[in-house]
């Protein structure tokens, strides 16, 4: 590759950002497709197409390389601006975080992740520390910002209601079922019934509301 012979030529050059680039890509599209313990440097050099000393000069294992991979392009879900309304706001960040989910294998991503747990853990608390809390950030601040505004109610348990909108995302795949169109919308929606401050209102009212009821014929 060109990268390389100039880097032959040139020993003490800048790394080239497009072979960065590329054996990132190429180390999590195999860690995706096959795995940790499948996947090798050889395997990225060759999927990258550079050399495996432009490999080795960058990363000296595979552990180095599948942690610079993972944190690669990771932070992409796109934040909804602070006007947006709370509800809308929440199916916006839904759809992303499903987007990456299921779009780009990241079931398969996570899938492999945990199978490394225990013999290399510091892939899942990466995952955990740049994926999971981003996202889990991400719609906290969202609902902590509908509180602020008077839409989210005061008392709202917002941990729980987010563990529940990320965790329906896993239930759903692990279903194996074709998910609906409008189901992040259902998700946002059953949540909403529980947090927002009008639904919440409403039902007051309706509780404080007299019930009119029609007297029995007389017999």
């Given at each position: 590759p060109?990268?390389?012979e100039a880097?032959?030529?040139?020993?003490g050059r800048p790394r080239s950002r497009n072979a960065d680039e590329a054996i990132l890509d190429a180390a999590l599209k195999l860690l995706t497709e096959q795995g940790y313990a499948r996947m090798?440097?050889?395997g990225i050099a060759a999927a990258a197409a550079v050399s495996r000393p432009t490999l080795y000069?960058?990363?000296?294992?595979?552990?180095?390389?599948a942690m610079a991979a993972l944190a690669h392009r990771i932070d992409v879900e796109e934040i909804p601006t602070p006007t947006t309304p709370t509800r809308d706001a929440l199916a916006s960040v839904m759809r992303n975080i499903a987007a990456r989910l299921f779009?780009?294998?990241?079931?398969?991503?996570?899938?492999?992740?945990?199978?490394?747990?225990?013999?290399?853990?510091e892939l899942i608390?990466?995952?955990?520390?740049?994926?999971?809390?981003?996202?889990?950030?991400?719609?906290?601040?969202?609902?902590?910002?509908?509180?602020?505004?008077?839409?989210?109610r005061a008392d709202a348990d917002l941990?729980?209601?987010?563990?529940?909108?990320?965790?329906?995302?896993?239930?759903?795949?692990?279903?194996?079922?074709?998910?609906?169109r409008?189901?992040?919308?259902?998700?946002?929606?059953?949540v909403w019934r529980g947090v927002g401050e009008a639904e919440t209102a409403n039902r007051k009212r309706a509780r404080l509301t007299p019930t009119r009821c029609s007297a029995a014929p007389a017999r």
């Amino acid at each position: 590759p060109q990268a390389d012979e100039a880097g032959r030529r040139s020993p003490g050059r800048p790394r080239s950002r497009n072979a960065d680039e590329a054996i990132l890509d190429a180390a999590l599209k195999l860690l995706t497709e096959q795995g940790y313990a499948r996947m090798s440097l050889e395997g990225i050099a060759a999927a990258a197409a550079v050399s495996r000393p432009t490999l080795y000069r960058r990363w000296s294992s595979k552990a180095d390389v599948a942690m610079a991979a993972l944190a690669h392009r990771i932070d992409v879900e796109e934040i909804p601006t602070p006007t947006t309304p709370t509800r809308d706001a929440l199916a916006s960040v839904m759809r992303n975080i499903a987007a990456r989910l299921f779009r780009d294998n990241g079931m398969n991503l996570l899938g492999t992740l945990l199978a490394e747990e225990t013999q290399t853990p510091e892939l899942i608390r990466l995952f955990r520390d740049r994926v999971f809390r981003r996202r889990f950030e991400m719609l906290r601040g969202v609902l902590e910002r509908g509180r602020e505004h008077g839409e989210v109610r005061a008392d709202a348990d917002l941990e729980t209601t987010v563990h529940m909108m990320i965790g329906a995302m896993y239930a759903q795949y692990m279903s194996g079922r074709r998910p609906p169109r409008d189901w992040l919308e259902r998700i946002v929606q059953a949540v909403w019934r529980g947090v927002g401050e009008a639904e919440t209102a409403n039902r007051k009212r309706a509780r404080l509301t007299p019930t009119r009821c029609s007297a029995a014929p007389a017999r």
